[in-house]
């Protein structure tokens, strides 16, 4: 394929088919909010959970794919605007974090169900799940605070430069991939054991 026509394919993807894939996360979340909002009666931990990841993803959704848009037809306005560089990217980022973490809590409060220890069990309450997950909307703003101070716009570029991006590296890699799939890995596997468990001690 002639590399001169590869952008005028991008483009086409970016309009058409990614434009339909956003309207249906969107819906598809939207709907899941509704869901978990009033079919959760009584409320459970995890419930809430997946109420607010569905939030953060539509939010996400919002804020991310229509720049994508924009920039079809019009200048990247994180190009000419310092500030807007800084913060698309920080509330970005945050909110990705937002998504992997309350997963990570709902995998938690999945392991705190299947324990037999009762003192275990009262973990997975509604109280803990909106304490827990106002401590998380506290503190991933708080971890990714170095975003706006660091990221920096020179030329036409935002991004990440000098000794920052070694930083940026190992942060990413810490707190972004291995530590929320390393929490959601050991804590599902749990759960699945002792359901496996239970199952096995019951047809014995």
Known sequence: MPATILPSVQQILNRYIMSTSFTMGLLGNLCCSIVFFKNSNPRTACSIYFFALSISTNVYLLWSVPLIFYTLDHVDPQTKSL?????????????????????????????????????????????????LTATVCVACPTVASHFPIFMDL??????????????FGIYQLVLVSLLPSVLMGIFGILAVRTIHQRGTALTS
């Open 83 to 131: 500030v807007y560089c800084k913060m698309r990217i920080y509330i970005s980022h945050v909110l990705g974090l937002y998504t992997r973490y309350l997963i990570v809590l709902a995998c938690i409060d999945v392991f705190f169900l299947t324990r037999s220890n009762v003192r275990i069990r009262l973990w997975s309450s509604t109280k803990i799940a909106y304490l």
């Open 154 to 167: 020179r030329g036409s570029t935002c991004g990440l430069f000098d000794s920052y991006r070694y930083f």
